[in-house]
């Protein structure tokens, strides 16, 4: 069954980034730098030795599960905006069992991370409920529970997880919840296994079940999902359920998943962005679980490279940041362009 | 009479659609200051194209047209505003939390993206027009509080205050009550004899003899007839309207049916505006035959069949498949009792267009054993082989079993449908406008299906708004009017011309035996 037509999806987004890097060259240029150099710094500082291909890996480890949120969401027809809180109660549920709570290795690291997964999905109950039994707007919804995430989180992490006697950082995860750091010289870990390995088996659900075969057809066409007798509620809940686990999971990644700090942020200052960034990864990957991990790679490379891009030839981080939107934006161009082509056969 | 230009001349408009289909197939129409023009026809016989074309938001792929004698050609909606030509369409286009006064007002010229509406310069002249025309709105209330008969005088103030005086109005009684059609109609001759010249676009007899001063008569992009209404008849329009049968044809052999597989008894549903739509109706379908409903459509079909389907909840009633009772909305119960359904719109209800045929194949059948595997995965080669038994037996035309069926013709798109519904191997198959839109090809292979169903014992519901259909393959016919059967019985004591006056809501005098049910009147 693979043809063709399954990889134009790729070759879009391929497509769609070049034209955004190409975009994002003219902004480099205007701001007076060469955008070859800085491009060949960007490239170098991503790619250029192991240690900064692993640094762009720890970087897009987070970021492949928030886009995952968001893409299961999308799948189910929902627009669910709320990886970000459901992320920072991730991170907190994870802190709060390693740091806290003694256990053998080996289980502990479990413990933990099915802890950050659970608070994150307890979390995106919230919207969800909300959503298919009073019919509230998820957008909405999602963005006053990204709110309250943060200060409930911020609240936690300061009242009852902090470390005694350092103010700015919760205590930190136990020795025997840590995801073993993979190379000395980043700050990549294990973790990444997991978070790929989720997305992959997300992706088999989504794909190979009869569950997941409603949800999509839920997103796909609601009244035909009607029509297969599938029940809007069940879809509602079990897309918030997943997407939560997955943003559960980012946060938690970051706690127990990435050295040096191996501890929440009083600010969260350490995860704080990774969910609302979630949005324009899966936006580039296709709302596809897999696409998704390639362009988290991509705007990971973005955010690793970027420092030396910034280092090398001065161009400023916000620029990068700017790249960013810039692919976002680029990814409406077929979209846009399918428009104009209808619009011009009236 | 002076000899004048007509107020309105199209003369051999052509409209042949992207997709192929060719609506208008040179029309000629013309309508005077101080008439009204009733346009009578078929649902696709070409009417609501044609005005589309007059009104400018439809461009024409050959022919012309001439205001007041000179040639005009309308590029939008605003040309033809400027020529005095406004429609109002059957969908209302306004704004719901706006109110009346700030709908009227809303793109009209001097009024721009960042400047207030004149509300209150303007409010005079629209009260003014309110009086000249004999029209009551209340300007300040939001009109998604007003009721639809209000709405509907808001969309026409609406059109009269940017200057027309050539109102075209498409099917303006279909949500009005028989009291607000009189009060309209008494509109309509006032705004007549102030010099407004009126299209009415309509398929009904009774409002084209009553209201009209001439009759024009489309059928398959057609003018098939063209009279003063003072010289018409209900069954000289009505058999204008229906035409005679077309070549296709199906085999179709007489047999008996047997017990009643579909009994429906005093079921009443509401449509979505909360209106009564199917009324206290009662009625069987039994084995091995079609039961053909007839009718103009917005008369109840959709929200009957959606009931049976388990689509939507009715109001009051009861439903039997094989004498059991089954519940409402919870279609894969009735699936698991031997429903298929063939539903009215096929790329809303029964496909999902972005996906593959596989995936379609199933769709509905998801849940069935044969197709899932242990912890719920679905079983992917066996769901691949009936994907390819369904394309084989029932001559699916697509380049791979992977491509999107938003990228299959509609025939093909519907032998899928059809298909995978006939092999469930049901009891009950309720199809609704099967062949719409299809190809001469497709539409009587479909109808062959639907009558192997009945021959292999199947009780088949056909819903259809294409008369020929009905006609041709029923066993018993039935004729929906106004949410009720206005006439049930055998096909062969149909004639063609009575079900055309059924479905106008006209029940023939002397044919009282065929019309067994009162007029709903």
Request: with cysteine; hydrophobic share 45%.
């Amino acid at each position: 069954m693979r043809t063709p037509r399954a990889l134009r999806p790729l070759t879009e987004s391929l497509a769609t980034v070049a034209l955004g890097l190409v975009a994002g060259g003219l902004l480099i240029w205007a701001f007076g730098h060469s955008p070859v150099a800085a491009y060949r710094a960007l490239a170098v500082g991503a790619f250029g030795t192991r240690e900064d291909l692993l640094e762009t890996l720890a970087f897009a480890t987070p970021l492949m599960l928030t886009a995952l949120t968001f893409a299961v969401g999308v799948r189910a027809g929902l627009f669910n905006i709320g990886a970000e809180g459901q992320m920072y109660l991730g991170a907190v549920g994870a802190t709060f069992v390693a740091g806290m709570v003694p256990m053998p290795a080996g289980v502990h690291l479990a413990a933990a991370t099915l802890a950050g997964m659970a608070a994150g999905a307890l979390w995106a109950l919230i919207p969800a409920v909300l959503k298919a039994w009073r019919g509230a707007h998820e957008v909405i919804s999602t963005i006053m529970c990204n709110w309250i995430a943060l200060h409930l989180s911020m609240y936690l992490a300061i009242n009852f997880l902090a470390e005694p006697g350092r103010a700015e950082r919760t205590v930190p995860a136990l020795p025997t919840a840590r995801y073993p750091v993979l190379s000395e010289e980043s700050t990549l870990t294990a973790v990444l296994f997991v978070a790929v390995g989720f997305a992959l088996v997300v992706y088999a659900y989504l794909w190979g079940t009869r569950a997941g075969y409603e949800l999509r057809l839920a997103g796909e066409n609601p009244d035909a999902a009607r029509y297969a007798g599938v029940r809007p509620e069940r879809v509602v809940v079990l897309s918030f359920v997943i997407g939560g686990l997955a943003a559960g999971l980012a946060g938690a990644s970051q706690v127990i998943g990435r050295p040096p700090a191996w501890s929440l942020y009083a600010t969260l200052g350490n995860v704080t962005t990774l969910g609302f960034d979630g949005i324009g990864v899966a936006l580039v990957g296709r709302n596809h679980p897999v696409g998704g991990i390639l362009a988290a790679v991509l705007f990971g490379a973005l955010a690793q490279g970027g420092r030396l891009m910034e280092y090398e030839v001065g161009v400023l981080s916000e620029l990068v940041r700017a790249l960013n939107g810039i692919i976002v934006f680029a990814m409406a161009v077929p979209e846009l362009w399918t428009l104009v082509r209808r619009r011009l056969a009236r | 009479m002076r000899e004048q230009a007509p107020r309105v001349q199209m003369r051999g408009i052509h409209k042949v659609y992207p997709d192929g289909t060719a609506a208008l197939k040179g029309v000629d129409f013309h309508v005077q200051t101080g008439e009204i023009v009733a346009l009578l026809g078929e649902n696709g016989a070409g009417k609501t194209t044609l005005m589309k074309v007059l009104s400018g938001l439809l461009r024409p792929t050959r022919g012309e047209i001439f205001v007041d004698g000179r040639p005009v050609l309308f590029r939008n909606p605003s040309d033809a505003l400027r020529c005095g030509i406004g429609m109002v369409h059957q969908v209302f286009t306004l704004v719901p939390p706006f109110t009346a006064l700030q709908n009227i007002l809303l793109g009209q010229e001097g009024t721009g993206a960042l400047r207030p509406l004149p509300e209150a310069s303007a409010r005079a002249r629209v009260h003014a027009l309110l009086e000249e025309v004999g029209l009551e709105v209340p300007l300040d209330v939001p009109v998604e509080s007003l009721p639809v008969g209000v709405q509907q005088r808001v969309e026409i103030c609406k059109t009269l205050y940017r200057g027309t005086s050539v109102l075209i109005l498409d099917e303006p009684t279909s949500a009005l009550t028989p009291v607000e059609v009189d009060e309209f109609f008494r509109f309509l001759r006032r705004l007549r004899d102030r010099g407004a010249a009126i299209v009415l676009i309509t398929h009904k007899l009774r409002e084209v003899l009553e209201v009209s001063d001439r009759v024009v008569v489309l059928r398959q992009g057609l003018v098939v007839g063209e009279l003063p209404t003072s010289s018409a008849t209900a069954e000289k329009l009505a058999e204008l309207m229906v035409g005679q049968l077309t070549a296709l044809r199906v085999h179709r052999t007489p047999r008996a049916p047997g017990e009643p597989v579909l009994s429906v008894r005093g079921l009443t549903v509401r449509n979505d505006q909360g209106r009564v739509a199917v009324r206290d109706l009662s009625f069987d379908v039994r084995e091995g035959e079609i039961l053909g409903v007839a009718g103009v459509e917005g008369n109840g079909q959709s929200e009957l069949v959606q009931a049976l389907t388990g689509l939507r909840q009715p109001e009051s009633g009861e439903v039997y498949l094989e004498g059991e009772r089954v519940p409402f909305v919870e279609p894969l119960a009735l699936y698991r009792r031997g429903l298929a359904h063939v539903p009215e719109d096929k790329a809303r209800f029964g496909l999902a267009l972005g996906f593959d045929l596989v995936e379609n194949s199933i769709l509905g059948r998801q849940r069935e054993p044969q197709f899932v595997r242990r912890l719920g995965r679905l079983n992917r080669p066996v769901i691949l082989r009936y994907a390819q038994e369904l394309v084989r037996r029932f001559h699916v035309v697509a380049p791979d079993l992977a491509t999107p069926v938003r990228s299959l013709s509609g025939g093909n798109q519907q032998r899928l449908l059809v298909g995978r519904e006939i092999s469930k191997e049901p009891r009950l198959v309720v199809a609704m406008h099967p062949t719409r839109g299809l190809d001469v090809a497709s539409t009587l292979y479909i109808r062959e299906l639907l009558v192997q169903m009945r021959d292999a014992g199947k009780a088949v519901l056909l819903v259809s708004a294409d008369l020929d259909e009905v006609l041709e393959l029923s066993d018993r016919i039935a004729v929906m009017y106004a949410g009720q059967f206005v006439g049930l019985g055998p096909a062969d004591q149909f004639r063609r011309e009575t079900v055309g006056l059924l479905m106008g809501g006209v029940v023939p005098a002397g044919d009282a035996d065929a019309a067994r049910a009162p007029s709903p009147h």
